[in-house]
Each structure stands twice: as structure tokens, then as C-alpha cells.
């Protein structure tokens, strides 16, 4: 974020536009202005005011009664308990209804031990201006009744905010905003020249850059004799403004320069200093209590600023407060250095320090502003404070290539669509501080050493355009071309697309949840990998990549239940990880049922079908996403057994033969329910999309010619007893190998056990469609199909004819 | 000769007097049963002289037939009030109501829809759809994106880390649905258009952000295309999908590592009470960001800069979701609370289709 106010701007810029088209045009050249704060509209109900009389408050011996005098009207009385309020002094009054930013609250009419209070006279506390509520504001006896305090004080500027972008170094200055609105166009930017302080004796203090990869280049001067104090109230302001609180003369010296010229400088107090200045890695062990108070352990990762006692500064960063300048401090040592930005990047996310000068040298500073910029900073220091300067002493060399881009002048044309004539470009281009050479179609483009984001053409196309506007940039039609209309989606897009509206269609609904889950519960459907653990989770109960979908969709259905909404039915298609590799990602189509969330009708009814959720309604949910998916449904085993969150004896999973496993379905483990803290009872299928076996792709959308049998086809019943251990699976099997071309199907209508029926076994009833194929069959010939569908049942499952 | 006419008249008022199916079966067998009155009277015709027999034969045949007719309308009857009796027996309370359909119950979730939405407006104007997985190298998800090592850039997104390899390299979960960028421009060969829909993940939690969300990244990468077309494709964009006739929209520059010019575009809306309406009042809100893929990420790829160039951009598909029908609050898009999938959600059938609309 940077904050500055109009009048700071207007220092830099002379500007005759409103600040509503001031802030239209930075968010147009892509300074977006966050927020405007606009003080005179804040301040407004606080006029200057003259107590006219102040009794003592009869019920109170600490408040008077005044009468105030706000230039309008009648005197208005107040309530106040303020030690210096007294009749004939000037101050700063408040009516009833107006909001008072100090205590975040809108004043009211009030009664004060018997005594109404029309209104308030406010101390600096209350208007925010420090933290000073002793007394109430006393003004001059000059002061005009009536009028604005805040215009009076000079406090209504407005304080415009800009979401920065972090290429634009140049912009962490006031002087760089205003260089960038003068060349859109909106005022003339004032850029004079800084003046070099004549120093009067060498610098005493000698600098040694012992690592000189973290630090290029280093400034430093003496000012002896200075006579520091609180900074002037032009200077308060400026940094009260942008919510930096001035502390004294020196320091509000070098936090004016960073955000008037994007540049942090360091004042040490000479008298602190032992010896000569060594910039250097610190040494693991080392500690520096900085200016924040707080004391931080450095390693040689961090580049520090050290004289003969120690360390004393955290390079870039913080200063240490050891060495801090206070209103004691005679002799400064003003410093001005290059930082490697990289460095002050890790450090700072290291020691965990975000300071506006961190902000500025991670982002990169103008390196040709650093002994301008100590100049400056001399000057400011001699003006407020006086003293003799020193001569400047540097270390290493600040020079830095300057880049010059080779620029067809079709770039533009190229990358944005836009026709600029060059005259337009190159004045652009100069304005921020580029210089053009040549004419043609070929320029040269120099680039300034504040703008060190530009490397290339594409960059000094975004300048021209940006500065032009976006605007002008022509909505171009981009013609499909003619590449065939053919699908889009991949096939796992397709399979994913059709699973989610077959589910839909089956009365589940769609759920997005975390593709995160608790360590225990990722442990618990067989993930848990450590690979698969985030180093940072959010919270600790979205720590692992999920393994399934289930324990997600089993929380949320348990929070629907737990808010009244006990029959719900759910489905996610999502991503599931079985590693981390990309192979190892897979899509799970995952639904689940709760209670009586039949896929025929969910919740009670008078048509009363069948209770609670089943193993059936998962196995029926999990087929009709597979074969929507384009899964071949004839080919699709089911074979007994989950894996160990299902109920091992009502669960299955889906095959095409041992080694493809699409997917399980049945009831959830009673434990895998309480270790989800869920109640049943509860359902679920999961099925890997990816696993379906890819269809052959055809020449020809023309489908199959249809075989019609001219013949009538036969249906014929068997019950046959078998072990309970049969599964129908293999019945059914069986009886359909007896004539693989005869027999159009089968079908078990019945299952049943008990009366009648031996105990460990059970009737299974079946009923299977012969298909005449080339002429009608005589009686004999169904008989003796009938017998051999009979022997082969009995021969595979050990079934008989039920008698 | 008997006297069939008087004979006719009997059986006609014994049949009309028949009260049920037996006793109009006992007039039937009086007439016409072995031993009845009109089976006796045909018995006599073998009797009879042939002249005779000519004379008779017609009248007792008729009379037959008659009382037949006589007997099979009286049946009817019965049937008819036997039936018509049943039916007043079997009567429904038809205000019983039914099962909802299940179509009519479940629903897609609105990114679900929403993705399908964006996948048909995209698909008319020539991209295919790629995809990759959340999991990715800092090589994809920022570096070859030209996101400087160290750079402030890359705080600008709060990233989730894996612990560190043996190597000491570190995985992530993407921050960006970019690196799908990358990852196709290293597969393919241009012209390339496609978009990229999916699941990215940011270390942030509030109203608007959540640990996880949903975006779609657009690119396209060929020998001309430049920001006079993106600006055209994401305005026709945003007409269709919002489905108005007309959207202002502003293009503001702005920075991201991966392209050069950046963008950010706000399309201009009047909010009023939650309701959003696009192309009035003067709200301008901020829907994605684009630009000119940079050349360092073209270069990065295997692309020559100079010969090839593109844009891309990315949404937030939650984001424009919210916007187009109504939601106030991100995080309910993944609490999975049925009363909310219900009134957001989509029913299975509401396919979007550019001719069928979108939405409707």
C-alpha cells in the first residue's frame, strides 16, 4: 500500500484537476487507487468555537458548565470536564448527531448529572490527531470563529491510498506518482534539481562492505552540532496524514524521504557509534534489539551494519535501537546504501519484519538516487536542525547498467493492436523519464535507472499503453478460423460431465468439498502418505490431499442431519490422490446415502417402499455413473468384499476382471462411521473414472444394425435351491452358458429363504428369455433346453429344482 | 299350429324380467335348452310336411333369433351394472400426492453448471478445454511463469507447501490454474487456444477467499493475436455468459509476472439489496485478470517471443458464479448444506446450450 495526500502530490505536480479525475487517471495507469479518505468531509462538523462563559457544575466538582459561542446563534451549552476549560478561550466545538472519530461513536444530546450538554469541546484524542485527551484543544485567540478547525489546522487534506503493484519500485514515492499523472496528461510534473551539501571536514567514520553481493554501494556523512527536537508541523502533518507517527526531527528526516522518493536512508547517533561501520553477514548468535523494541537472533543470512562493538543495524530493514537518534543526539550519521533486493526479501520474511523500507529495497530502489538522495536528506537535516555537515564518504560504487531496448516501432501494433504515431510515443516515453533515439522504424529506447521492471519491448509496450489508455485499444473480432467443430472435453472432462447429471438425475446432489481431510480420516481410507501432507495446512483438520471423497461427503451429510435434514443423498466428482505425482491423481465419482434417502423417493411416504438405504442403492448409484460415463455395463464385474471402511459383508466391488477395480459400494464400517463421528445408517460407492477402459473410436456414428428375431421368444421359471454360500452372480452365469445363443437373458425375480426351505440354504428364482433364432422351437426342444440349463446350474452352483 | 307369437311375447317379458345372470340363464334354458319350449318347437319341424316345414320353418328360426338378440342385450346389461357396480367400489383419493421425481430433486452444484456454461461459450469461438493436476512443481506454478525467485510476486499469493524433498525441492498446491499455461504450450504445438477450468488453492480464509476455489485460465498463442482481440473475446465473453445485451467493461493496467502488457478488467454493475444488474449504475467490480503472455514465460516454454505471441487470462469461476446468480457468501459454495445446493444448485436436466440459453 502507499498513502500520500493531494497537497503532498501537488508539491511534485502542478495540477489544476480535481482530485476525483486525479484518482480516475492513477487507477487508469494502473496505480488503482484502493481508497480516498477524505478528511474535510470527515472533519466537517468541527468548527472553531469561543467559550463565552463556564460556571461550575453544580452536582460535580470536577465539570463546568460553558456556554459556547460557534459564531451562529445563541451560545450553546456544554458539559465539560476538561481541567483547562475556562471562560474566553478559544477551542474546537462539536454538535449533537456528529460522528467523532476519535471514540468511533456519533455524539447525542446528553444529560450530564442534571445538566444538559448540547455539544462537546473535543480534545486531540477525539479527532485523532494524537493521543493527547488531558485538556481540550486551546487555539490562538486569532482564531476565526466559526470556520473549519480542520481547514484552520491544515488537517483536511485527503489522503489518497494505491493498491501498488509490486514491479513499480518507482511508485513507493510521491515523486514517482506524480512523474507518472504528468505524463498521462494531468499537470506538470516539478522536478529540481538536488542540490550537493558542501561538506566542511572529511567523514570521520570509515564504512568496509565485507559483502559486497548483498550490498553494492554505500553512503555515509556526519553532521556534527545538530539540535534535534520535534519536526516542524508541516512535517508532523505530512506523516500523521499516511499514519506514520513523527518522532523527532532526524528520524522524520529519512520516513519523509522513503515515501516522498521511494527512498529508505538510516540516521545513526554518531555518539552511539564505536569506531568505524563494517557492512557484513552477521554471525550465528548474534542479536540486535531493533527500533521496534524487539530483539531478533541472526544468522549469516541476514546483512547487518556493524562497528567495532557490534551489530547495529539490520542492513535495508530496521536500524537498532542502541545507535537510534533521540532528541539527545548532536552528531548524526546519515546513511544512504544499496541493498541486493533478494536478500532483504528473505531476511525480512525470516526475521518477520515488514518495514517501509524492506517494502522499497525488496522492490528495488533508483541506484542513481543514492547520493541524491543523501544529499537531500543533508540539506533537510541542516535546515531543521542545523549542525556542519561533513563530506559524503562511499564504499563500492553505485553505477548500474543502464539498459537501452531496441524497439521496432511495430511492436505496438504487434502485441496491442494499437497505431500510435512515434511523435506520441516518444513524448510518452520522455515523460516517465525514457529516452528515445532515432526515427524509422527502428528506435532505441533507454530506460531510466528507476524503472528497473522494464527489460524489454513488451514492457515498453505496456508503458505506451498504459500512458495512452487501454481504452483506445480497439476490440478486435478474433475469427474461430476454420478448425473443425469437433468436441472439446477430454475424455475424463466427458466422463466427469456425464457421471455428475447421471447422479443428479438419480435424485443425489452435488457437493463441493475441501480436497483436504484430516490426517486420521486420510489414514483411514488408505492415505496418510507423508508426501501427500501439507507443510502449511490452513487448519489442522485440512492437513492431508485426500485419498476419497467419502470421509468429506460423510462430514457433510452428518452436518446436514445434524441441522434437521436427516435423508440426504450426495454425490462429489472430484480429484483423489494416491501420490504426488500428476499420474496420481485420480477423479473419483463418489455418492453416498443417509437414512431414508432412497433413489426411488427420499424421506417417509404413504407409499411405503423400503426403509433405510441399502448396499443395492450404492451398487445402482455406482453402475449408473459408470455406464453414463461410458463404462461397457455388460462387462462390469461384481465381486464380494470392500476395502476395510465398507461393512465386509455388504460391500462389493466393481471389476472388469481382478485386475481393472472400478470401484466399491456398500454400507460403511460401524467404526469407520464412529471414527467420522457419523451417525448411519449410511451408503456409499466411489468409482475412479479414469479406469474405465477407452472405447475404440469409430469411423462412422452410424449405430450397430439392429437384429430383430422374427420369432416370438420364450420365457420359462426355475427355482433352484442352493448353498446360502451361492452367489446369484454365478446362478444367473450358469444358466445363461447353457445356450450362449438361445438365451436372451436372465433374470432373478425371487431370493428366498426359510419355511420350506432348508436351513443354510436358500431359492433362488430365475427366469430366462429364449430367443428362437431361424425358426420356431418345437416343445421337445425347449424341454430339452430347460434340462440343460438344469444340469449346468446344478453342475456350477450345486443347485437343484426347488421341489 | 302353435302359437309362437304368443310364445315370443312370454320369453320376451320372462327375459326383460330377469333379475341376474341365473335367472335369465334359466329363461334361456326354458326356451333353448334341451328340453325348452322353443327347442321343442324345432324339434317338430323334422316332423313336419315339407310344405308345412316352409311355412313354419322361417317363423320358429325367427323367433329363435330374436330371443337370442332378447338374451345377449339382456346380458349386457348385466355386465354393464356388474362393472359399472365394481368401478363405484374401486375409487382413489387422487389428492394423494406423489414422489417427486428424482430429476427433480437432485442437483449439479453452480460451478458444476457454471464451468459447463463457460466450456459452450468457449467451445463456439474455437478453444478446446486442458486440464492438470493440483499438485505442481514451483517450476510450473511460478518460475517458468517468470515469477523471480524471491520476488515480492510471489507473496502476492499465499501458497501451500508439501514438506521438502530428500533434494530439497518442494511441491505445491497451485496457486493459479497458470501452469496449465505452461504445461500446454510444452505439449503443443501453436496456433493453441484452450481454456483451462479447475481447482486452485491459496492459504487465505475470509468472505470472499477460501482455502480452495475454482478458476479458469483462457490462452491463446499464435502469430497475431493481440490485446485489441483479448479485449473483443472477453466482452463477447461476458455478454454471453451474463447473458445481457450489452456490459461496460474497463481495462485497467496492472501487474502479473506472467504477462506484459497486465490488465485487470471491471465490468460496470448497479448493486442493489444482493441483486447484481450488469450494464448500469456506476459500481465498477473487478472480474480478472489478463494480459499479453510475456515473453519470458513464451521463451520459457520453447517459444520464440519474436515469432510467437498470445494473451491469456484468468477468473475466478466461484467469483462469476456469485455474481451471476446471487450468492453472497463464497464459503457456503463448499459447506455442503442441502437447503443452500437446493435453491443454487442446477437440476440435472438444465443442460446450458447456446440455443437453448445458458441458463434457462
Redesign the interface.
Known amino acids: 500500500m502507499m498513502k500520500f495526500t493531494l497537497a503532498w502530490l501537488k508539491e511534485h505536480l502542478d495540477t489544476d484537476h480535481s482530485l476525483g479525475e486525479l484518482a480516475d487517471k492513477l487507477t487508469m495507469i494502473g496505480l488503482e487507487v484502493e481508497r480516498i479518505e477524505d478528511k474535510a468531509k470527515l472533519y466537517a462538523p468541527f468548527v472553531i468555537a469561543r467559550v463565552a462563559d463556564a460556571k461550575q457544575h453544580p452536582n460535580a466538582d470536577r465539570l463546568r458548565v460553558c456556554m459556547v459561542d460557534t459564531g451562529s446563534g445563541d451560545p450553546i451549552q456544554v458539559v465539560c470536564g476538561a481541567p483547562n476549560a475556562r471562560a474566553g478561550m478559544k477551542g474546537v466545538f462539536v454538535p449533537p448527531g456528529a460522528y467523532i472519530p476519535g471514540k468511533d461513536m456519533t455524539l447525542q444530546v446528553g444529560t450530564i448529572r442534571g445538566v444538559e450538554s448540547r455539544g462537546m469541546l473535543v480534545s486531540e484524542f477525539e479527532l485523532q490527531l494524537s493521543d493527547d485527551h488531558e485538556g481540550i484543544i486551546e487555539l490562538p485567540d486569532d482564531a476565526p470563529v466559526g470556520k473549519s478547525f480542520a481547514h484552520y489546522a491544515g488537517i483536511d487534506d485527503p489522503v489518497i491510498e494505491i493498491n501498488l503493484t509490486p514491479n513499480r519500485s518507482d511508485c513507493t514515492a510521491v515523486h514517482g506518482i506524480a512523474r507518472d499523472l504528468s505524463a498521462a496528461d494531468m499537470g506538470v510534473f516539478k522536478d529540481s534539481a538536488i542540490q550537493a551539501v558542501r561538506g566542511e571536514f572529511p567523514c570521520p567514520v570509515a564504512v568496509k562492505i565485507e559483502a559486497p553481493e548483498l550490498c553494492p554501494a554505500f553512503a555515509l556523512r556526519l553532521i556534527r552540532g545538530v539540535k534535534n527536537g520535534p519536526s516542524p508541523d508541516w512535517l508532523q502533518r505530512r506523516l500523521t496524514a499516511i499514519g506514520l507517527r513523527p518522532i523527532n526531527a532526524l528520524v522524520d528526516v529519512t520516513n519523509f524521504i522513503t515515501y516522498d522518493r521511494g527512498r529508505p536512508l538510516h540516521v545513526f547517533d554518531a555518539a552511539k557509534v564505536r569506531g568505524n561501520l563494517t557492512v557484513r553477514r552477521a554471525r550465528a548468535g548474534e542479536t540486535l534489539t531493533a527500533l521496534d523494541g524487539k530483539t531478533y537472533a541472526l544468522d549469516d543470512m541476514v546483512c547487518v551494519i556493524a562497528d567495532e562493538a557490534g551489530v547495529e543495524s539490520l542492513s535495508g530493514i530496521m536500524g537498532g535501537e542502541p545507535t537510534g537518534c533521540s532528541e539527545a543526539t548532536t552528531d548524526v550519521l546519515i546513511e544512504s546504501a544499496l541493498w541486493e533486493p533478494k536478500n532483504i526479501s528473505q531476511s525480512g520474511r525470516k526475521l518477520g519484519i515488514n518495514s517501509d523500507a524492506r517494502y522499497r529495497f525488496e522492490r528495488g530502489v533508483d541506484p542513481a538516487f543514492m547520493l541524491p538522495a543523501l544529499e537531500l536528506a543533508s540539506q533537510m537535516v541542516l535546515d531543521l536542525c542545523g549542525g556542519t555537515p561533513s563530506q559524503n564518504t562511499v564504499a563500492g560504487s553505485a553505477e548500474a547498467p543502464e539498459p537501452v531496448i531496441d524497439f521496432p516501432v511495430s511492436e505496438l501494433k504487434r502485441l496491442a493492436g494499437l497505431t500510435v504515431p512515434l511523435p506520441e510515443m516518444r513524448r510518452v516515453l520522455e515523460r516517465l523519464g525514457f529516452f528515445v533515439a532515432g526515427q524509422g522504424e527502428r528506435v532505441k529506447v533507454a530506460v531510466p535507472s528507476w524503472r528497473p521492471d522494464v527489460q524489454g519491448k513488451a514492457d515498453v509496450v505496456e508503458e505506451v499503453v498504459r500512458i495512452v489508455g487501454v481504452d483506445h485499444v480497439p476490440l478486435t473480432p478474433f475469427d474461430r478460423g476454420e478448425a473443425p467443430r469437433k468436441p472439446v472435453l477430454t475424455p475424463i472432462q466427458t466422463r466427469t460431465r456425464k457421471a455428475k447429471r447421471a447422479l443428479a438425475a438419480r435424485d443425489l446432489i452435488e457437493a463441493v468439498t475441501w480436497s483436504f481431510v484430516p490426517h486420521r480420516q486420510a489414514e483411514l481410507f488408505g492415505g496418510g502418505k507423508s508426501e501427500l501432507v501439507l507443510a502449511n495446512p490452513i487448519a489442522a483438520e485440512l492437513s492431508d490431499m485426500r485419498p476419497s471423497l467419502i470421509p468429506g461427503l460423510v462430514a457433510a451429510a452428518q452436518r446436514n442431519a445434524d441441522r434437521g435434514f436427516a435423508d440426504v443423498a450426495l454425490f462429489e466428482v472430484g480429484q483423489v490422490f494416491c501420490g504426488d505425482a500428476p499420474g496420481d491423481q485420480f477423479t473419483a465419482a463418489t455418492g453416498i446415502r443417509r437414512a431414508l434417502a432412497k433413489p426411488n423417493g427420499i424421506g417417509r411416504h404413504w407409499q411405503k417402499r423400503d426403509g433405510a438405504v441399502d448396499a443395492f442403492d450404492a451398487k445402482a448409484d455406482a453402475l449408473a455413473a459408470l455406464v453414463a460415463a461410458g463404462a461397457p455395463a455388460s462387462a462390469l464385474q461384481i465381486a464380494s468384499g470392500a476395502p476395510g471402511w465398507f461393512h465386509p459383508g455388504r460391500s462389493g466391488t466393481i471389476q472388469i476382471g481382478p485386475q481393472n477395480v472400478l470401484g466399491h459400494f456398500g454400507e460403511l464400517h460401524p467404526r469407520t462411521l464412529e471414527a467420522l463421528d457419523a451417525d448411519g445408517p449410511l451408503v456409499a460407492f466411489e468409482v475412479i473414472l479414469e479406469r474405465i477402459p477407452e472405447q475404440k473410436k469409430k469411423p462412422t456414428r452410424a449405430k450397430a444394425a439392429l437384429d430383430l428375431s422374427p420369432f416370438q421368444p420364450v420365457e420359462r421359471d426355475f427355482a433352484f435351491v442352493v448353498e446360502q454360500s451361492v452367489k446369484a452372480a454365478d446362478l444367473v452365469r450358469a444358466a445363461q452358458g447353457a445356450d450362449r445363443k438361445l438365451i436372451a437373458g436372465v433374470t432373478v425375480f425371487d431370493v428366498y429363504e426359510g419355511k420350506g426351505i432348508e436351513p443354510g440354504k436358500k431359492s433362488i428364482a430365475i427366469a430366462v428369455t429364449i430367443q428362437p433364432r431361424d425358426r420356431t422351437m418345437t416343445d421337445a426342444e425347449i424341454e430339452a433346453l430347460a434340462a440343460k440349463i438344469v444340469g449346468e446350474v446344478g453342475k456350477r452352483t450345486g443347485g437343484v429344482l426347488r421341489g | 299350429m302353435p302359437d309362437t307369437a304368443q310364445l315370443e311375447l312370454e320369453l320376451l317379458r320372462d327375459i326383460a324380467a330377469a333379475r341376474d345372470e341365473a335367472s335369465l340363464e334359466a329363461v334361456r334354458v326354458a326356451a333353448l335348452g334341451k328340453n325348452g319350449s322353443i327347442t321343442a318347437l324345432l324339434k317338430t319341424l323334422g316332423t313336419l310336411q315339407p310344405e308345412e316345414r316352409k311355412a313354419q320353418g322361417p317363423s320358429i328360426n325367427g323367433l329363435k333369433d330374436r330371443v337370442n338378440a332378447a338374451l345377449a342385450a339382456r346380458r349386457d346389461e348385466f355386465k354393464s351394472a356388474t362393472l359399472e357396480a365394481r368401478l363405484n367400489t374401486e375409487g382413489v383419493d387422487v389428492t394423494?400426492?406423489?414422489?417427486?421425481t428424482?430429476?427433480e430433486?437432485?442437483?449439479?452444484?453452480p460451478?458444476?453448471q457454471v464451468i459447463?456454461e463457460l466450456?459452450t461459450i468457449?467451445?463456439?469461438?474455437?478453444?478446446?478445454?486442458?486440464?492438470?493436476?493440483?499438485?505442481e512443481t514451483d517450476d510450473y506454478n511460478f518460475t517458468k511463469l517468470n515469477f523471480?525467485?524471491?520476488?515480492?510476486?510471489r507473496?502476492?499469493q499465499d501458497t501451500?507447501?508439501?514438506?521438502?524433498k530428500p533434494d530439497g525441492s518442494?511441491?505445491l498446491?497451485r496457486t493459479h490454474t497458470s501452469p496449465v499455461q505452461v504445461r500446454t504450450m510444452l505439449s503443443q504445438k501453436p496456433p493453441i487456444r484452450v481454456i483451462c477450468p479447475g481447482?486452485t488453492?491459496r492459504?487465505?480464509?475470509d468472505q470472499t477467499h477460501t482455502?480452495?476455489f475454482h478458476q479458469v485460465e483462457g490462452v491463446?498463442i499464435d502469430k497475431?493475436?493481440?490485446?485489441?482481440?483479448l479485449?473483443?473475446?472477453l466482452?463477447?465473453f461476458c455478454k454471453a455468459f451474463f447473458e445481457v445485451d450489452h456490459v461496460n467493461m474497463?481495462?485497467?493496467?496492472?501487474?502479473f509476472p506472467f504477462t506484459?502488457?497486465?490488465?485487470?478488467v471491471d465490468i460496470q454493475c448497479r448493486r442493489d439489496k444482493g441483486e447484481i444488474r450488469f450494464g448500469e449504475g456506476d459500481d465498477w467490480l473487478e472480474i480478472l485478470g489478463c494480459g499479453?503472455v510475456?515473453?519470458n514465460v513464451l521463451k520459457n516454454c520453447g517459444l520464440d517471443?519474436d515469432a510467437y505471441?498470445g494473451f491469456a487470462w484468468g477468473m475466478g469461476i466461484d467469483r462469476i458464479a456469485m455474481l451471476k446468480y446471487g450468492m453472497a457468501d463464497l464459503r457456503a459454495?463448499?459447506?455442503?448444506?442441502?437447503?443452500w445446493?437446493?435453491h443454487y444448485?442446477f437440476?440435472?436436466?438444465d443442460?446450458p446450450t447456446l440455443a437453448g440459453g445458458l441458463s434457462s
Open positions: 394423494l400426492p406423489v414422489r417427486e428424482a430429476a430433486i437432485g442437483r449439479v452444484h460451478i458444476t459447463d466450456t468457449f467451445a463456439d469461438m474455437g478453444f478446446a478445454v486442458a486440464e492438470g493436476p493440483d499438485i523471480p525467485q524471491d520476488h515480492p510476486a507473496e502476492m501451500f507447501f508439501f514438506n521438502p518442494r511441491l498446491l481447482r488453492y492459504c487465505d480464509s482455502p480452495m491463446v497475431g493475436s493481440h490485446l485489441g482481440h479485449k473483443w473475446i466482452a463477447e474497463r481495462f485497467r493496467p496492472s501487474f506484459e502488457p497486465s490488465l485487470e499479453m510475456h515473453p517471443p505471441q459454495f463448499f459447506e455442503a448444506d442441502v437447503r445446493l437446493s444448485g437440476r440435472p436436466l443442460l
